[in-house]
C-alpha cells in the first residue's frame, strides 16, 4: 500500500503541476489535488485514480474553452478560473474520503458512491463551463425568473445538456476501466459493470439539482458595490469587501459543491444497492 500511495503521489504532483503551468489551479489547489490525488490513486486504485484524471482533465479543458467569451460573465464566478484548495476539495474531498473507506472496507458499493460523486462534481462544471454560453438567458431554478448568465442557481437547457454529458462521461469511463480490470484479472467480460452509465446519470444530475437549488435560495450570495455586480464571493476580486444581499454566510460555494456530491454518492450507491 505505502508503495501505491508513493506512485499516487508522484501522478497527482505530475497532474498538480500540469494544472498549475495551465493556469487552472492556484498554488493552494495544486496542494489540493496532490492531497486528493494521492489518497483516490493510493487507496482507491488506478480505475478511481482514472476517474479522478477523466474529471480533472476535461473540466480544465472546458474551462479553458472559449475563454474570451466568458470573461465578461466570469466576474460572477466566486474565485476565477484557477481553482483554489477549497474547490479541489470541495470536488475531490468526498472522492478521498470514499477512498480511505474503501482501503478499510473494500465495498463495492463505495465505488458506486465515488462514481456519483465524481459524476455530480464533473456534471456541475460541465454544466457552469458550458452553460455560461448559452445565448438564451438563464433562468433561476426555484422561480425560473431569468437572471444574468452566472447567477448562482441560474440554470440553461445547453447547460443542462452539458452536465447530462459531463455525468455520462464518468460513467463509460467506469464501465469501460472496470471492464479492462476484469479481463485484466483473468474474470473475463463482466455483465454487472454496465449499470454504471445509469448510475451516474442519476447521482450525477441529482447532485447537481441540489447545487442549483442550494445556489438559488440558502447559498450565501454577495453584491459589490464598486463594480455594481453579484458575486459569490465575501471579497470581490477587485479588492473590495462586499455585502450579502440572500442566503447564509457560512454556506459559501466550497460547501455547496461538496453537499452535491454527497447527494450524489448517496443516490448513485442507492440504486446500485436496489439493482443488487
Ligand atoms: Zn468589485
Not at 466566486?78 to 470514499?98: F, H, T, Y
Not at 453584491?223 to 457560512?250: A, Y
Request: charged share 10%.
Amino acid at each position: 500500500m505505502i508503495g501505491q500511495l508513493i506512485v499516487g503521489g508522484l501522478l497527482s504532483a505530475l497532474m498538480g503541476g500540469l494544472g498549475y503551468w495551465r493556469q487552472s489551479l492556484t498554488i493552494s489547489g495544486v496542494v489540493g489535488a496532490i492531497l486528493v490525488g494521492t489518497l483516490i490513486f493510493g487507496l482507491g486504485g488506478w480505475v478511481w485514480g482514472l476517474l479522478l484524471i477523466t474529471f480533472f482533465v476535461s473540466s480544465s479543458w472546458l474551462s479553458h474553452y472559449r475563454q474570451a467569451d466568458k470573461q465578461a460573465v466570469a466576474e460572477k464566478f466566486a474565485k476565477g478560473s484557477r481553482r483554489d484548495l477549497g474547490q479541489a476539495l470541495a470536488n475531490g474531498g468526498l472522492g478521498a474520503i470514499l477512498a480511505v473507506v474503501y482501503a478499510r472496507y473494500p465495498e463495492p458499493l463505495l465505488f458506486a458512491a465515488f462514481v456519483g460523486a465524481m459524476s455530480t462534481v464533473n456534471a456541475d462544471t460541465w454544466a457552469t463551463e458550458v452553460g455560461v454560453l448559452s445565448r438564451v438567458p438563464p433562468r433561476l431554478i426555484t422561480t425560473g425568473r431569468p437572471v444574468p448568465p452566472g447567477t448562482s442557481g441560474g440554470v440553461t437547457r445547453l447547460g443542462m445538456w452539458a452536465s447530462v454529458a459531463g455525468a455520462l462521461l464518468i460513467g463509460a469511463m467506469a464501465t469501460a476501466l472496470m471492464q479492462v480490470q476484469s479481463l485484466f484479472s483473468g474474470q473475463g467480460w463482466s455483465s454487472e459493470v454496465i449499470s454504471y452509465p445509469f448510475l451516474a446519470i442519476i447521482g450525477g444530475l441529482s447532485g447537481s439539482l441540489l447545487d442549483s437549488l442550494l445556489g438559488a435560495t440558502v447559498q450565501g450570495i454577495y453584491f459589490c458595490r464598486q463594480c455594481d455586480k453579484e458575486t459569490e464571493s465575501p471579497v470581490h476580486r477587485c479588492g473590495q469587501r462586499t455585502q450579502l444581499v440572500r442566503g447564509q454566510r457560512w454556506l459559501n460555494n466550497d460547501l455547496v459543491n461538496f453537499l452535491a456530491s454527497l447527494l450524489g454518492a448517496l443516490i448513485s450507491a442507492s440504486v446500485a444497492w436496489v439493482l443488487g
